[in-house]
């Protein structure tokens, strides 16, 4: 059933390689039994926690505790809805009832307007009309304490198979989120290398325009050389992105490990991206440099775009 082994019995140990899943899926499953028939169906949506919403017959409140511990053993991360419908065959499961006090009103209001309108009643009609009327009879499926186990048999072979369903389209367009990231950090380590090959030339290109105006400003006077260092040393030190540029390629390559590993990295990798956004600003305000400033926008875009695919991530 889609990964629904990566928890052990004993209800923790995580296995080495697990799929990455996405928050949004949707999974159905049925079972039919002894003449009762269970249809469970699994949707959600991308919550920064989890969030179980079940919908479901009052008389399984009793199996909801187990319910939410099946979903939990398997589900981390997302707004999931879980409805539960349930029919019987079996007279033995249902329980017909009547609400006296009710009924009794409803007649003695109808018996009352025949009156004021002056109409003869007739007995069965009225009797027929106050048995449609809203929670006069009740239809209730009754089942005794040791019956529940046998309940929770049959239907959590519906939830599994719902469950397994759920995973397997979870799965896939985890799959298919973790292609596209891997394929725009792949783009980010090419836009870096750029902008690496270009970084040593904003400093000599800053190093021969200040030449030139110094010179051309003193007039064929002798320039300061130790001042002249002194500025290029100072611009240096402020337009300098090597180790941006190293703690971006560092955090690829954790970004490249994480999606390696699998499991449930939708934090992981929405702390990482921050940490590339971070980055990727400061070389774009050290830079000094149309060039780099232009391969820098690329560069934030690739990022934001992650940032953007990782929200979906369990």
Known sequence: MG????????????????????MTGYGKGENQAGGRRYAVELKSV???????????????????????????????????????N??????????????????????QALTQISSDLGLQPNDSKVLELVARLPDVIELEKKFEDNAMEGLWVELSEACTQAMSSF??????????????????????????????KAAPQVVESYRERLKKRMTEALAGLAVDEARFLNEVAHFADKAAI?????????????????????GTIGRKLDFLAQEMAREANTIGSKANSTDISKTVIELKGEVEKIREQVQNIE
């Open 167 to 196: 995973l397997d389209m979870r799965a896939r367009e985890g799959d298919a989120l973790v292609d596209d990231i891997r394929s725009r950090a792949a783009k980010m380590q090419d836009l870096l290398a750029v902008i690496s």
């Open 3 to 22: 990964d629904m082994g990566r928890y052990d019995e004993s209800g923790g140990t995580r296995m080495a390689k697990q799929a990455v899943y996405s």
């Open 86 to 107: 349930f029919t019987t065959e079996t007279t033995s499961d249902t329980k017909i009832s009547y609400n006296a006090a009710l009924a009794k009103s409803y007649h």
């Open 46 to 84: 991308n919550n920064k926690f989890c969030e179980f919403n079940i919908r479901m017959p009052r008389f399984f409140n009793p199996l909801e505790e187990r319910l939410r511990k099946l979903f939990a053993a398997h589900i981390f991360r997302g707004r999931v809805d879980i409805n539960i």
């Open 242 to 262: 090597d180790e941006e540029i190293t703690r971006l390629d560092s955090h690829i390559k954790q970004l490249y490990q994480i999606l390696d590993d699998g």
